[in-house]
């Protein structure tokens, strides 16, 4: 990192950033952090970064929130996701990077538009295990093509209405997975470098930190704000992407 007296700054700021908003909503560290790194750092150290971070942020908050999961619920999405990032990964290869953020982008406009606007739904309880395996394996496939790792799962389960603490004990755990599978994928190739290495180390107290204050506040605040700052990300994000 060159002009590093900048450039570290701006690293551990995002680091924080990114970290704060994972930990009160539950998703977008890679999308808030990425946006302020890829100015400091090589698009494949803020992709190992995203992975490695994100493994511990999801991991921590998932902790957290242990007295909510469901291995039950789970279980559909993990095999669907585990399945998924594999797929996504290969699709790397050959498919369009802009012509996928661009369908993205578009696709979480819209929805968290729609989703804004619309009377809040009813809970839907009992939903085939095979509809949460695909929803998981699209999650996953999206996920190894462009390192969102719970964008899918979470439009799924605003969609249903859930709980707070039950969407958040649904979506983070498969993030997990996500990226552990990515991470694995990511050190097969070739991605982790010592540089990459000392990034990572170097922002491990800001991501502490961050996460830690994100959800303190997330333990504060009711299901209609949860809600509405889930879908001012997801449009965030939608934006981000198109732009």
């Not at 908003?21 to 992709?47: D, I, N």
């Not at 999801?58 to 909510?68: E, F, H, M, P, T």
């Not at 982008?105 to 509809?131: H, M």
């Not at 799924?156 to 603490?165: H, S």
Request: with cysteine; aromatic share 12%.
């Amino acid at each position: 990192m060159d002009g590093i007296a900048i450039e570290l700054p701006l690293f551990l700021l995002a680091t924080f950033a990114g970290a704060f908003v994972a930990g009160l909503s539950g998703f977008a560290f890679g999308l808030v952090a990425a946006s302020l790194w890829l100015y400091v750092l090589t698009p494949l150290q803020s992709a190992s970064l995203i992975v490695g971070f994100g493994l511990l942020v999801q991991g921590y908050s998932v902790w957290k929130l242990r007295s909510a999961l469901d291995w039950r619920r789970l279980w559909p999405f993990i095999i669907g996701a585990v399945a998924g990032v594999p797929a996504g990964v290969s699709l790397l290869t050959w498919a369009d990077p802009n012509s996928v953020r661009i369908a993205v982008g578009a696709i979480l406009v819209v929805y968290s538009l729609y989703a804004f606007l619309r009377p809040k739904l009813e809970v839907a309880t009992i939903v085939p295990p095979a509809a949460d395996m695909t929803v998981g394996f699209v999650n996953g496939l999206l996920g190894g093509l462009t390192g969102l790792a719970g964008i899918v799962i979470t439009i799924w389960c605003n969609l249903r209405g859930l709980p707070k603490d039950v969407q958040r004990a649904t979506f983070q755990p498969i993030a997990v997975v996500v990226f552990a599978v990515t991470a694995l994928l990511l050190g097969a190739r070739g991605g982790l470098t010592l540089e990459t290495a000392k990034l990572f180390v170097l922002g491990l107290p800001f991501l502490f930190a961050g996460t830690w204050l994100g959800l303190k506040l997330f333990g504060r605040i009711d299901e209609t704000i949860f809600r509405k700052i889930v879908l001012a990300l997801l449009f965030v994000s939608g934006v981000a992407l198109l732009f």
